[in-house]
């Protein structure tokens, strides 16, 4: 295994003889494994080689663990920086799950631990949690780099163990009586990449014993594909795209002439180098610009992260707003806001090609036009709408006093008020949802019901189509 490991680590240039390495070890099996094979490496290649533990002071046992590691460490003569950080108060006042804030702090505080040096940060990864990776990418809807997983090298992150297998990890500790510690959390099934672990993979391993490795293979021909495409989207994307600080345009005739797929790696790029670092940009924001770029005369739409995309002309304008994504935006004449909720006002003429309405506290709202030929969708958060019972506008925003339903098809009339409290939504809830509305006359309480008033009927000959993606709540 360590030879293999070693070959590994030249392979993909992760080490040479004078780096600094800071490696993570949490005193489990595998930063434990990881710590002994870089201890062995360093017999052949000269480098300086640190430790960092993280106590997330979230467990009981926490406190034994960075004893633990500190007495490892000493034994070895590795030099260990710890960091106490209470990562549930840091989740909290950041408004992100447990796991993102752990995971930024452990960087974080491997990175502050040399200032003004240069370092690779070592951390034990190996092939189970990239198949689980790839596995919870594909599940969630992933494009070829999702299926990619982790990668060996990203950055200044090196992760050596990626071409070994959690048991060919706890092989090695035992057949070298390396000591190691049992986080009790990893064994319960709260968190989906645990479910994952302990359900799908040994599944999958049932179907074929080398499961694991063939993934990590595959993940490797895949990432070869997505790098070539990624090369060819930059060379398309600089003879589309003029870039300025906060505002990119396409020349919508150069882009005519590339191929479909590489069209829409053009405005995904466009919109991630807009909004470095941000998440919740989707194939549905792709496919709003692609939208906009074949619709007649000047449109607009509006984004996640305060993106604004005009269409003039032959071009394609996308810009970041002054105020970003919590302002009201006027879609068409005017809008309406209480509470400085946001709130829209939209001419049901600009959904025939395609609009995208991002809130992020709420989620994503696509709308679009289309003949009755197919059934009706009998989904949650995709309905379809009578488009000709509609009056000029429909609102998207919260609820309002005086709000009502259709309930029946003799046009019996409900306050929205009393149909939440008789469904047994929480007030707390209630205050939150977002409804569609024809002024007070309520289409569609996303995630219950439609009004009856606004379904669809044999006369039907327009169909308004919704689809709602609530936010991800941590």
């Not at 989707?282 to 005009?310: D, K, N, Q």
């Not at 032959?314 to 068409?332: F, W």
């Not at 995208?356 to 679009?368: K, L, Y």
Request: with cysteine; net charge positive.
């Amino acid at each position: 295994m360590y030879n293999r490991v070693k070959t590994y680590i030249t392979q993909n240039e992760m080490i040479q003889a004078g780096d600094t390495i800071v490696v993570g070890i949490s005193g489990g099996a595998d930063s434990i494994c990881l710590l002994f094979i870089l201890l062995e490496l360093q017999k052949e290649i000269a480098f300086d080689l640190r430790a960092a533990h993280v106590n997330h002071m979230l467990r009981p046992q926490a406190d034994e663990d960075a004893a633990f590691v500190a007495d490892v460490c000493r034994r070895q003569g590795v030099p260990l920086q710890s960091f106490n950080i209470p990562v549930a108060d840091v989740a909290r006042e950041q408004g992100i799950s447990i796991e993102e804030a752990g995971r930024d702090c452990r960087y974080r505080s491997f990175r502050a631990m040399l200032p003004g040096q240069s370092v690779k940060i070592a951390v034990a990864h190996h092939q189970d949690d990239r198949a689980e990776t790839i596995l919870l990418n594909l599940f969630r809807g992933s494009g070829l780099k999702g299926l990619t997983g982790i990668r060996p090298v990203r950055d200044d992150i090196i992760r050596p163990l990626l071409c070994c297998t959690r048991r060919e990890i706890e092989t090695y500790l035992a057949e070298r009586g390396l000591p190691y510690r049992n986080d009790a959390t990893n064994d319960e099934d709260i968190h989906t990449r645990n479910r994952v672990r302990h359900h799908i993979i040994p599944r999958a391993a049932e179907v074929n014993p080398e499961a694991i490795r063939h993934m990590a293979k595959t993940a490797e021909l895949v990432w070869e594909a997505e790098s070539y495409l990624h090369r060819q989207t930059e060379a398309a994307y600089h003879a589309c795209v003029t870039a300025l600080p906060g505002r990119i345009t396409i020349d919508i005739r150069e882009l005519n002439t590339r191929d479909m797929f590489i069209q829409k790696r053009i405005f995904l790029l466009a919109l991630e180098r807009l909004s470095p670092g941000r998440s919740g940009i989707s194939a549905r924001h792709v496919e709003a610009l692609l939208g906009l770029t074949i619709s007649g005369g000047s449109r607009e739409i509006h984004l996640s992260h305060g993106l604004t995309a005009r269409k003039e002309y032959d071009s394609l304008v996308i810009h970041k707003t002054d105020k970003g994504q919590a302002e009201i935006r006027h879609i068409t004449a005017g809008t309406s806001h209480a509470n400085d909720d946001p709130a829209f006002q939209i001419d049901k003429s600009r959904c025939a090609v395609g609009l995208t309405i991002d809130i992020p506290e709420a989620g994503s709202f696509f709308f679009r036009t289309r003949r009755k030929n197919e059934d009706i969708p009998q989904k949650m958060y995709t309905k379809w709408f009578d488009y000709d019972k509609i009056s000029s506008c429909v609102h998207l925003r919260r609820r309002k006093p005086g709000d009502f339903l259709v309930i029946n098809n003799t046009g019996g009339h409900k306050k929205l008020r009393e149909y939440l409290i008789n469904e047994k939504v929480p007030k707390a809830k209630r205050d939150r949802l977002y409804v569609l509305a024809d002024a007070a006359h309520v289409i569609w309480v996303p995630g219950l019901r439609i009004s009856e008033h606004y379904k669809i009927s044999d006369e039907t000959v327009t169909i308004l189509e919704v689809e709602f993606a609530p936010a991800i709540r941590r």
